[in-house]
């Protein structure tokens, strides 16, 4: 499925499969008031784009968290309206942020029918490069008893390729294969998010020490306020992600509005 062919709208079926859940599950969560309503088309037929595939992702990541389905209503009741998907996958990145990564292992068929179209070996580099996706190491798959050896695939069609995804930004990485980047240009921009990463890391981190646990161990605190001091970084650890997440969303308007001002 091409991008203009999302952009047209899936049906229940197609938002079911590409989300990796049942039909049943979609109904229930419309009728809940957890998914926006789709769009009627000819015929009477529901059309779901890309935002419902990011309000169900952040759905599954709330539950993940371990929030009953009422904590999950009062979640997505105060939600702004009109979220677009980026908006969507932008609060499941905050709230999945401390918890460890939930990756699935997929086969290559699967890959291809989460995202929603055929994968040229161009797109799953790609994808990869865009940390979507991790190609698993080379195992036996189907027993061919005529060449007498395990089948273990490979190309664009290789059935015994394997993939260990995250299936809730699957989507949205779907949607930049058709965006005319160079792979390079892809890996450059990852190079430059991961190095800036670990250098403010490594500064918050010196910044704590210096500041914070030197002078509060010189003061030679019982084993009670040690604990205490230690939980410290943790609790602080969502306040700190939710600052840079906000300083980069400021920072980036101002780089585009300066490289692309409005005529």
Same mark, same amino acid.
């Given at each position: 499925?091409?991008?203009?062919?999302?952009?047209?709208?899936?049906?229940?079926?197609?938002?079911?499969?590409?989300? &990796?859940?049942?039909?049943?599950?979609?109904?229930?969560?419309? +009728?809940? &008031?957890?998914? *926006?309503?789709? !769009?009627?088309?000819?015929?009477?037929?529901?059309?779901?784009?890309?935002?419902?595939? /990011?309000?169900?992702? =952040?759905?599954?990541?709330?539950?993940?968290?371990?929030?009953?389905?009422?904590?999950?209503?009062?979640?997505?009741?105060?939600?702004?309206?009109?979220? %677009?998907?980026?908006?969507?996958?932008?609060?499941?990145?905050?709230?999945?942020?401390?918890? *460890?990564?939930?990756? +699935?292992?997929?086969?290559?068929?699967?890959?291809?029918?989460?995202?929603?179209? /055929? =994968?040229?070996?161009?797109?799953?580099?790609?994808?990869?490069?865009?940390? !979507?996706?991790?190609?698993?190491?080379?195992?036996?798959?189907?027993?061919?008893?005529?060449?007498?050896?395990?089948?273990?695939? %490979?190309?664009? &069609? &290789?059935?015994?390729?394997?993939?260990?995804?995250?299936?809730?930004?699957?989507?949205?990485? !779907?949607?930049?294969?058709?965006?005319?980047?160079?792979?390079? +240009?892809?890996?450059?921009?990852?190079?430059? !998010?991961? #190095?800036? %990463?670990?250098?403010?890391?490594?500064? =918050?981190?010196?910044?704590?020490?210096? #500041?914070?646990?030197? *002078?509060?161990?010189?003061?030679?605190?019982?084993?009670?306020?040690?604990?205490?001091?230690?939980?410290? %970084?943790?609790?602080?650890?969502?306040?700190?992600?939710?600052?840079?997440?906000?300083?980069?969303?400021?920072?980036?308007?101002?780089?585009?509005?300066?490289?692309? *001002?409005?005529?």
């Amino acid at each position: 499925m091409t991008q203009e062919t999302e952009a047209a709208g899936l049906t229940v079926d197609e938002l079911a499969a590409r989300a &990796g859940v049942t039909v049943r599950t979609v109904r229930f969560y419309s +009728t809940r &008031g957890l998914l *926006p309503p789709p !769009v009627i088309g000819p015929r009477r037929v529901g059309r779901y784009g890309p935002e419902h595939l /990011s309000r169900l992702a =952040l759905i599954e990541e709330l539950q993940h968290q371990g929030l009953t389905l009422a904590a999950i209503e009062r979640y997505v009741q105060q939600l702004p309206p009109g979220l %677009s998907a980026e908006d969507h996958a932008l609060h499941r990145a905050l709230v999945a942020t401390w918890v *460890p990564d939930a990756e +699935t292992e997929v086969s290559r068929a699967e890959l291809e029918r989460r995202a929603g179209r /055929s =994968l040229t070996d161009d797109d799953v580099a790609r994808l990869a490069a865009m940390g !979507v996706l991790e190609r698993t190491p080379p195992g036996p798959g189907a027993y061919d008893a005529a060449a007498g050896a395990y089948e273990t695939g %490979s190309g664009a &069609g &290789g059935g015994g390729d394997t993939f260990r995804v995250d299936p809730v930004v699957l989507h949205l990485g !779907v949607r930049l294969l058709d965006v005319p980047i160079r792979l390079e +240009t892809v890996l450059a921009a990852r190079d430059v !998010v991961q #190095e800036h %990463s670990r250098a403010v890391a490594r500064e =918050l981190t010196r910044l704590f020490h210096d #500041e914070v646990w030197e *002078p509060f161990g010189e003061a030679d605190p019982d084993p009670e306020q040690v604990e205490t001091m230690k939980s410290l %970084s943790a609790h602080m650890q969502p306040m700190v992600v939710q600052a840079l997440v906000t300083a980069f969303q400021r920072s980036m308007k101002a780089e585009l509005r300066a490289s692309f *001002p409005a005529e």
